[in-house]
């Protein structure tokens, strides 16, 4: 695996994740970038996502690598409803 990330970087491309301090607009367009249509976000939820997992944020920073997973293991759980809901919030 390490060789294969050696000639990944090799030629010159940089790896998706970065592992940075991202703002909540930069995370936004980076998650729904690497998203299919049905998993896209907006910034409603994703304030909705901070109420509730406060527990996983230190200051305003929204590092990809550390809630992108968190993220959508919770837009997963929620009903139609529920992101209806927070969309129109």
Do not use: C
């Not at 060789?3 to 909540?24: A, C, E, H, M, Y």
């Not at 901070?50 to 992108?68: I, Q, T, Y």
């Amino acid at each position: 695996m390490y060789q294969s990330l050696q000639r990944f970087l090799k030629k010159g491309k940089s790896p998706i994740v970065t592992f940075q301090k991202n703002t909540k607009e930069e995370f936004l367009s980076e998650h729904n970038r690497l998203s299919p249509l049905g998993m896209q976000t907006t910034m409603s939820l994703l304030s909705h996502f901070r109420v509730e997992r406060a527990s996983l944020f230190k200051g305003e920073n929204w590092p990809l690598d550390k809630l992108r997973r968190p993220f959508i293991f919770w837009f997963t759980s929620l009903t139609l409803e529920e992101k209806e809901k927070f969309k129109k919030a």
